[in-house]
T-cell receptor, first 111, second 115 residues
Framework: RKEVEQDPGPFNVPEGATVAFNCTYS??????FFWYRQDCRKEPKLLMS???SGNEDGRFTAQLNRASQYISLLIRDSKLSDSATYLC????????????FGSGTRLSIRP | DGGITQSPKYLFRKEGQNVTLSCEQN?????MYWYRQDPGQGLRLIYY???????QKGDIAEGYSVSREKKESFPLTVTSAQKNPTAFYLC??????????????FGPGTRLTVL
């Protein structure tokens, strides 16, 4: 079993829809959580950090559920430009070798 | 503007050759990382460095080597010992490797193809 797992998708939703996906992690010692966005053939870019209290940035909301060991990303009023692969990242404070990327969830927004 | 640069963007290598990928950052970050990404997969850590003149192996270090002689630079050499080197290589940096300052910033990547 992978330490960080994501539904690979693709999620294909109409413009304006709300879409959500989760990322589960297996190590309860995980400390920091992030969502990155990666466009086709480009580098990942930080979308948002995920805090214990949850956080929101415009149309994007990230939440952390430590009890069930998952993080989620909710996108409201989706735009065509939201089409990308979304990577979740789980880290532990002890060393850089414990920064683990999920394989990503592909999102495609249709007109 | 601060950022991370990688060169070249595309690189073709013949089997048996060593090649070196460049990574430079002017963000004054202590930590730097090299990842490899294969189609449809997540990033896998090759090497990382927390400070100048120090580096550590990641999950897939075999067939690769690095150096960290300057804070700004972290070149990666793909040696002939790497059996399947064709991939997208990403360099990243962060303020530190631990705590709340480990958000990573990525360079644009180098696509390496072995002919």
């Amino acid at each position: 079993r992978k330490e960080v797992e994501q539904d690979p998708g693709p999620f294909n939703v109409p413009e304006g829809a709300t879409v959500a996906f989760n990322c589960t992690y297996s190590n309860s010692a995980s400390q920091s959580f992030f969502w990155y966005r990666q466009d086709c053939r480009k580098e990942p870019k930080l979308l948002m950090s995920v805090y214990s209290s949850g956080n929101e940035d415009g149309r994007f909301t990230a939440q952390l559920n430590r009890a069930s060991q998952y993080i989620s990303l909710l996108i409201r009023d989706s735009k065509l430009s939201d089409s990308a692969t979304y990577l979740c990242v789980v880290t532990r404070y002890s060393s850089a070798s414990k920064i683990i990327f999920g394989s990503g969830t592909r999102l495609s927004i249709r007109p | 503007d601060g950022g991370i640069t990688q060169s070249p963007k595309y690189l073709f290598r013949k089997e048996g050759q060593n090649v070196t990928l460049s990574c430079e950052q002017n963000l004054n970050h202590d930590a730097m990382y090299w990842y490899r990404q294969d189609p449809g997969q997540g990033l896998r850590l090759i090497y990382y460095s927390q400070i100048v003149n120090d580096f550590q192996k990641g999950d897939i270090a075999e067939g690769y080597s690095v150096s960290r002689e300057k804070k700004e630079s972290f070149p990666l050499t793909v040696t002939s010992a790497q059996k399947n080197p064709t991939a997208f290589y990403l360099c990243a940096s962060s303020i530190k490797t631990s705590g709340n300052a480990n958000e990573q910033f990525f360079g644009p990547g180098t696509r390496l193809t072995v002919l």
